[in-house]
């Protein structure tokens, strides 16, 4: 996998999405305990140096912006300026970034640091992403403004310039290295841009992975994603997975991936030994029960660094 070091970062950002909490599940992951021990503890248990840069400083917004598209621009690109910042140092510093989010629109940073990261090198870096939802909108398409929904579209130099253009280049992803494993609740303007960028090959949907099964799509996803030379980034989001297993997210679609499913994407994606960053986003402790998607987050965490059940 690379480094032996991790670099974790909280970013609290929960303003991208349309239900408040996912920037509480920063804490709730990082302080929760998994049989007996917390997270910090539970990676170093499995060879890693562990370093906790603690949370990256989030401009909040004081006005709701209802009818602005995308909504919070200016706070987002003032947040993503200190979130590029933060993940371009433990990449300096050689560790591997494994980052708590935060809604799904902080992917637009980090895999923008990411990205960059990488292209001082001379490389590409590929993407797996783990969603519930293709998050390929733009202000154009989208129904809400949420730029949570966005993300992908960004990345791809789709979407809102000033976005775009963060870090200086675009587009941050070439999009012969994503993959896109477990949509099942696609917008139409996602439709219309996924054909537009002939995505579809590269989108393993609910219906494709009940066809083939998970291990096939996801290993097919690893092949795509692991052909760029700098490896790949995984951004995960947790309502990929079946709300029965993780009921604690703000966007719930029934029919996602189960318990075994998620786990078994994160232990291919850690055998490959490619993953070069790993990040986990959208979970919501307000709409939890039990606890149950905080820990199971944990879990995956661990999953994604090589933990296995032998």
């Known amino acids: 996998m690379g480094a032996r070091k991790i670099g974790l970062l909280g970013v609290p950002l929960g303003f991208g999405a ?46 709701p ?3 602005k598209n995308p909504k919070h621009l200016k706070e987002m690109l003032a947040s993503s300026e200190n979130i590029i910042d933060a993940v371009s140092e ?8 494994v980052i708590l989010g935060g809604d799904h629109a902080i992917a637009i940073p980090t895999f923008s640091a990411i990205s960059a990261h990488y292209r001082s090198k001379g ?12 998050d390929i909108n733009t202000p154009q398409s989208s129904p ?20 775009v253009e963060l870090c200086g280049f675009s587009p941050k992803l070439n999009k012969k290295y994503f993959a896109h494993i477990g949509a099942r ?7 219309s841009e996924i054909e537009k960028l002939g995505l579809r090959e590269q989108f393993f949907t609910m219906s494709d992975i009940d066809k083939r ?20 980034g995984v951004t995960f989001d947790v309502d990929g997975i079946d709300p029965r297993f993780a009921p604690g997210s703000g966007t719930l679609v029934r029919g996602g991936a189960t318990y075994r499913e998620a786990h078994l ?12 960053s790993f990040e986990i986003v959208e979970v919501n402790p307000l709409l939890d029960q039990s606890n149950i998607t905080v820990e199971l987050a944990c879990e995956l965490i661990l999953s994604a660094l090589g933990k296995t059940i032998l």
């Open 18 to 63: 349309g239900k408040t909490g996912s920037e509480l599940g920063v804490n709730a992951m990082r302080l929760s305990s998994v049989r007996g021990q917390r997270l910090a503890d539970h990676i170093r248990g499995l060879g890693y140096e562990f370093v906790d840069h603690g949370d990256v400083s989030i401009v909040t917004p004081t006005d």
């Open 90 to 97: 433990i990449l300096a510093r050689e560790e591997l970034p």
């Open 123 to 134: 490389q590409d870096v590929g993407l797996i992403w783990f969603d519930a939802h293709a």
């Open 213 to 232: 099964g998970m291990a096939a799509c996801v290993a097919d996803a690893i092949e795509i994603a692991s052909a760029a030379p700098g490896g790949f």
């Open 144 to 163: 809400s403004g949420n730029i949570h929904g966005m993300p992908l579209a960004v990345l791809l130099g789709e979407g809102n310039q000033k976005l």
């Open 265 to 276: 994407t994160l232990e291919m994606i850690a055998a490959s030994g490619k993953m070069r």
């Open 185 to 191: 609740d696609v917008d139409p303007g996602e439709r």
């Open 65 to 67: 912006e209802e009818g």
